[in-house]
């Protein structure tokens, strides 16, 4: 089983609260009581911003939360308890004017009193207010209940949502102007970028780069995207046939253009794939294919010089000197394979594939086929094997957390992405809202019961052998997500084919050795195949900034992914280490949340508001 060692504080159960059920059971049945309660606790708490004065925030003593984005950190952080949170506030508050701060949302059903948990209840309610010469904030709260009668904060979240002089060219504020035989020119004109470099460069041309081009055309700023393939969409054209998403539909939103309401839960990744090119003409976004970067060079004065050549056409080469900003949007790993070190590899000599190179399974009809791996996409592969009468075995270095689609996934979205009809930007920010120290415990209790839901279906898999955990700290697929990017997974029928055996399975012994026909384990057992596909994950992104950028540059730059000790990702979304260079990665959904916050970002800096020294730098000891 995975660790279950954690160093972050206790849920606030009712126990730990010394409250009772009966205490609060006429603020969870009367939402007039909850919102009385709403009321008094952000009469205390706005004055607090408006005035500066930290006493009367209200919070929580013992664990609370703080969670920012932008807004007084400028960063993402997040501050565990009452003094670290008053110190960051009373040290952010006076640089800033805070004013028109609001209750909003008193009217929906996400305001008020909720109870995840038989012995937790909390109190949920959304607020705005304005940063004077910034933006607009909006910030969600929870409040607990105290042993004398009165709720504290046991979390808040507080998120940059706009610029005040700089709002996005959306609904009222789109063009009005009609275009009469002018827009074709423009366009070619847009996309030629002759007259002056790109603000931005984005290399890659999947859903990370073009979300964030998006998102900066929707302020206003240039962005160049270039992608190494004949088309946008190539990258999931590109990966073998049977790849499908795991996460549904509702999950998945771009932004600006959500998936028609005929999109089918759970999208063949080819269909994906036209999407992306759909979605890049649909909001003109200026994308060269067939191009790639080949070196990006920073410059003195903090801009960028970037050379790009024509993918097959080596002849043809640009370059734009005084780029501002670099973003990589090369995916995990920067597509580059992660390899194991395996001795005696070469001694076999059957085909080696790393799974980013599989395509399908007739490639490999009447041939014996062992996949090094156990996680999404070792369960695609080998499902995909199965379903075309390929002899293939699992090989299972270590425990899978595995989840059924229903009711496991669904019970991790419900009530977010689940079609229920709540609106994907309020989901998204409640999701964020959550800081992930506290969805640890608060995930690792969800996991708890879902066993007993998936219990058949883990029977079945270790009936077989299979071995099973329930992710990094116990939390499901949350932490192993945000921390590795994978380690799990999300059962979409590879589970079954291995429990009837039709997916073999060997995990009883560690590889030793390869001989021509096979490979050598260290029990002295041999597993005869024709075929390796390590489907073992994704190499250190920074490799890829490396090699474009220099080589010394990796040593300056942030680690890429993984939770810091706050539990925010490293690297991603935020400064990078290096003036103008960023990393945007993610799955459909964290691309579009956390792409707005990028561009902002971008934008504030070129519009002059930016000031680094407002950014709290302050990291003490969790």
Known sequence: MA???????????????????????SVLSSREQALSVIKTWFASFSDALVSKDIEKLGLYEAASFWRDAL???????????????????????????IEDVKLKDLEVPWTG??????????????????????????????????????????????????????????????????????????RAKEISFEDAPPTVLCIGGGQSGLVVAARLKALG???????????????????????????????????????????????PAGKLADWLEAYTSIMELSVWTSSKVTTATPKEDGTWTVDIEAVGNEGRKRTFSG?????????????????????????????????????????????????????????????????????????QRSSTYVISIDPGLKTFFAGLYDGTGLPTDVADLMNISFPTLFMERFAARQ?????????????????????????????????????????YYIDV?????????KIKLKNDAQISGFRPNGVIFDDGSFLEA??????????????????????????????????????????????LGVKGLWYMAGNLCLCRIYSKYLALQIKAMEEGLWDEKKIYSETPEM
């Not at 005040?164 to 074709?184: A, D, M, V, Y």
């Not at 590109?238 to 790849?243: I, P």
């Open 71 to 97: 807004c007084f950190s400028w960063d993402f952080r997040t501050f565990v308890g009452k003094e670290r949170i008053s110190k960051f506030i009373a040290t952010q508050i006076k640089m800033m004017n």
């Open 221 to 267: 700023v240039s962005c160049l995207v270039v992608e190494k393939n004949k088309r946008v969409g190539d990258n999931w054209r590109g990966r073998y046939e049977s790849l499908c998403l795991h996460d549904p539909v509702w999950y998945d939103h771009m932004p600006y253009l959500p998936f028609p309401e005929t999109w089918p839960v759970f999208a």
């Open 447 to 487: 996991v708890l019961q879902l066993e007993e839901k998936d219990k058949e279906l883990h029977d079945s898999l270790r009936a077989r052998g299979f071995r099973l955990n329930r992710g990094l700290m116990d939390a499901g697929p949350l932490l192993s997500a945000l921390s590795r990017a994978g380690g």
């Open 530 to 575: 024709d075929v390796l596909i390590f489907a073992t994950g994704y190499a250190d992104p920074r490799t890829l900034v490396q090699t474009i950028c220099s080589p010394e540059i990796k040593d300056k730059i942030n680690p890429i992914w993984g939770l810091d000790q706050e539990g925010e990702l490293k690297g991603v979304y935020r400064d």
């Open 113 to 186: 009193a909720f109870q995840p948990h038989e012995d937790i209840v909390w109190v949920q309610g959304y607020f705005t207010f304005s940063i004077l010469g910034l933006g607009n904030v909006d910030g969600v709260f929870r409040l607990v209940p105290s042993q004398e009668g009165s709720w504290k904060a046991h979390s808040i979240f507080t998120s940059l949502s706009s610029l005040h002089e700089f709002p996005e060219l959306k609904g009222p504020l789109r063009n009005t102007q009609p275009n009469h035989g002018l827009w074709s020119y423009q």
């Open 3 to 25: 660790t279950t060692e954690s160093k972050t504080p206790p849920l606030p159960t009712l126990n730990l609260l010394n409250v009772t059920l009966d205490d609060v059971r």
């Open 323 to 395: 780029v501002k900003h670099v973003v990589f949007a090369t995916g995990m790993g920067a597509g580059l394979p992660k390899m194991p070190d395996l001795p005696g590899l070469s001694d076999f000599k059957g085909q080696v594939l790393h799974s980013s190179q599989y395509q399908k399974a007739e490639d490999h009809k009447g041939k014996k086929v062992l996949v090094v791996g156990a996680c999404t996409s070792a369960h695609d592969i080998c499902s995909d094997y199965v379903q075309h009468g390929v002899d293939v075995t699992m090989y």
């Open 493 to 501: 029928g590879g589970s079954k084919l291995i429990a009837e055996g």
